[in-house]
Structures are given as structure tokens and as C-alpha cells.
């Protein structure tokens, strides 16, 4: 169903949601023609879904399944798009120092059912050693992918969605759409402006009431991607932790409430947004201090709150 949201100018706010990737997506195009507006949002649509496919590690023909399956006995061809896909994850794993990482263990070379509620105090040590970024080999030449550990396995939770989304904003603007919104599961991406011209404003939510922000920020052609450690725990030997692992030591890690990311492209924020939690507050901003067209709001556990050069709340 097509939501519509009409101002004085003509131009009107046309929103759909889907269920894709697991999570909720709403899509948000700013235009003045409700058939046109209707077969846009068809295109992301379908976008999204053509990316869900492409990263599923399911199905027979999938090339992510090959690749796991492949896991310590030989390099396998990667489609293009996954090739550049992992090239760019790589790059963000050595920036975070390994922060963040799509690789993860499964313990056999059967079926992808591990989690963080399987791991215990003896395997953490030994899922970290197998859970390693570097043990992925690229190969550009023969465009081949090699996971070098048996039970290793690549998967892109932490970074899908903002790519499904970036990709939803590529074909919106190749069919004319100058203004839009693309939300996934929470994290939004925008691009042009409001039908009243104005920015496009973004909360950020307080981790202990998610539906009632703390501050607004207005911002436009950005990214804008929240972690939040308060969502799902685990119990290691009774003692709760959020999902999120210290990927020294393979135990999740419990420090900060949240964190939300600024970037240009909804695949980064994705993807910075939870290895912040990881990296903690003074090394975190320090990274995000370094880059550019990046910025990031901390919460602590305390309630405090972090921002970097550029961002003011």
C-alpha cells in the first residue's frame, strides 16, 4: 500500500514498506505523479530483493554457500559484485583493526547454525583463530575468493542491508527520483530533501527507549546507521553480555549503549556502527577523527554523550 503525504507545493512524499533481509524496509520518494511514484518504488523493490538473492548463503546456486563450503580446500570464483563486495569489507576490517569482520565460525563444515550463544569459555580462543579477516585471500587476477580455514565461513549481517539500500538509491535516482528516503530496519539514507525543501532530519534514539529520541540531527545525501548493544545478549558462564565479540579474545563485549554513524553511503555506516562498540569510546573517536565525511554520537553506559569534529547535538 502506497502511504502518501501531500504539502501545499504539489510535491508529495510517496511511502511503501517490505519485509526483506529479515527486517522492515520503507521507502520514501518525493515526487508529484502517484502512478510514477508507485513504479519507482517497484524498481527498489525489486533492487532489494535482486541483493537479498545475491548474498544469501542458500540456495543451490548461491556463490556465497560455494565459497563457504569451500572453506579450506580451494579458491572459488566470486560474482563481480560479491568480489568488490568483500574487497570493501576488507578494507574497513584492517581500518577497525579487525572490528569488524564477515568471517565467523561454525565449528564443522556442515550446516551455518553457530552463534554467540554456543560459544563457551574453552571454544571463544579457538572460534577467534578460525574468525580471522586475514585468512580471507582475494584473488584479482582470477577473481577468486579463499577462505583458508576449514569451518571458516563469510557472511554479510553487519553490512548487508546498507548495501541493498545504497542500491535502492542508485536505481531511485537512474529513474528520476531527486529526493528520497530508503530505511532499513532503522537506519536511513537520504538524499535530496522534504517536499518543503528542507533537510531530512534524523533521531538519534535513546538506547533504553527506542522510540523516543534524544536528539535530531538534519542532514541530507548521508547515511545515518545505529548500533545498539541493549537489543540481544548472550550468557557466557552467567555472565550477560551483548552479541557483539571482542574479536581478541572472542567474548562479547559489554561497554557502550550505542552508537550511531554518519557516512555517504549506508554500506559504511552499516558497517562502522557495531565495531565501534567494540573498539570503546577514545579509540573510536580517535578513528573516526581521522576520516573524512564520517562522524559518529556515542552513549555510554552512563548516559553520556560522545560526538565527533563536526557533529553538533
Not at 559504511?268 to 577523527?289: C, H, K, Q, R, T
Request: some cysteine; overall charge neutral; aromatic content about 8%.
Amino acid at each position: 500500500m502506497l502511504a502518501v503525504k501531500t504539502l501545499s507545493n504539489n510535491l508529495t512524499t510517496y511511502k511503501r514498506n517490505v519485509h526483506a533481509m529479515g527486517d522492515k524496509f520503507e521507502i520514501s520518494v518525493v515526487g508529484n505523479d502517484p502512478l510514477l511514484a508507485n513504479e519507482q518504488i517497484e524498481i527498489a523493490i525489486d533492487e532489494i530483493n535482486r541483493v537479498e538473492k545475491l548474498l544469501s548463503a542458500f540456495g543451490d546456486h548461491s556463490n556465497i554457500k560455494q565459497i563457504n563450503r569451500e572453506a579450506g580446500v580451494a579458491p572459488v570464483k566470486a560474482n563481480g559484485e560479491i568480489f568488490r563486495l568483500i574487497s570493501r569489507a576488507l578494507q574497513i576490517s584492517e581500518l577497525t583493526h579487525g572490528a569488524f569482520d564477515i568471517t565467523y565460525f561454525t565449528g564443522n563444515t556442515g550446516n551455518d547454525t553457530s552463534s554467540v550463544e554456543n560459544v563457551t569459555v574453552k571454544t571463544a580462543p579457538y572460534s577467534v583463530m578460525q574468525t580471522n579477516y586475514q585468512n580471507v585471500v582475494l584473488d584479482a587476477t582470477r577473481q577468486t575468493i579463499f577462505l583458508k580455514e576449514k569451518g571458516m565461513r563469510i557472511g554479510f549481517g553487519a553490512n548487508s542491508k546498507g548495501y541493498a539500500a545504497d542500491r535502492a538509491k542508485f536505481v531511485l535516482q537512474m529513474n528520476g527520483v531527486t529526493s528520497g528516503v530508503i530505511n532499513s530496519g532503522g537506519d536511513l539514507l537520504t538524499w535530496g530533501t522534504q517536499p518543503n525543501n528542507k533537510p531530512w532530519t534524523v533521531g538519534t534514539a535513546d538506547p533504553e527507549q527506542r522510540k523516543q529520541p534524544f536528539a535530531h540531527l538534519n542532514i541530507s545525501n548521508m547515511a545515518f546507521a545505529t548500533s545498539v548493544n541493549a537489543e540481544k545478549y548472550a550468557s557466557i558462564s552467567k555472565k550477560k553480555f551483548q552479541s557483539i565479540a571482542n574479536t581478541n579474545k572472542g567474548f562479547p563485549v559489554s561497554e557502550i549503549k550505542s552508537v550511531s554513524i554518519l557516512s555517504p553511503t549506508a554500506e559504511l555506516a552499516d558497517a562502522m556502527a557495531s565495531p565501534m562498540i567494540s573498539i570503546g569510546i577514545n579509540a573510536g573517536m580517535y578513528l573516526i577523527n581521522q576520516l573524512n565525511q564520517i562522524a559518529c554520537v556515542i552513549v555510554d553506559d552512563q548516559n553520556r554523550v560522545y560526538t565527533s569534529k563536526g557533529v553538533s547535538i
